[in-house]
């Protein structure tokens, strides 16, 4: 969450953020506006607050979890997933993870929507066992 916040921060006092569309716009002064207001203040000043938030630091799953996570992805690293898959790894619960990049795929595009929609499928027959 540190870096997605950081890298937020980034984009938008960098020298291109005046020339991205007005939606873009407001959504990374709302995702800044969301982190700070869920944390308590920025990474500086709530570095704990922002690990606490993190789904690496909720990798102890007791239920399945399936991630769909586009290759092109702008705002959430592909490596965001994976350090996930990992955690879960590490915690012994990759019995309940599936994890899906698609590709090509960006943030919430269609590809992506379209595999979520098809994993909700396998999620909801988890009962029978993947």
Known sequence: MTSAYLGTVATINGPMFPFLPAEVQAFCLQIVEDFEAACGGTTDDKPKA???????????????????????????????????????????????YREYTVDPGGHANPPVIDEALIRFEELVDYPTGW
């Open 50 to 96: 922002y690990e606490r938030i993190s789904a690496v630091c909720y990798a102890d799953i007791t239920i399945p979890v399936i991630s769909v996570h586009g290759a092109q992805d702008p705002l959430i690293p592909l490596s965001h997933a994976y350090s996930y898959g990992i955690a879960v790894d590490n915690a012994g619960r990759s019995e309940y």
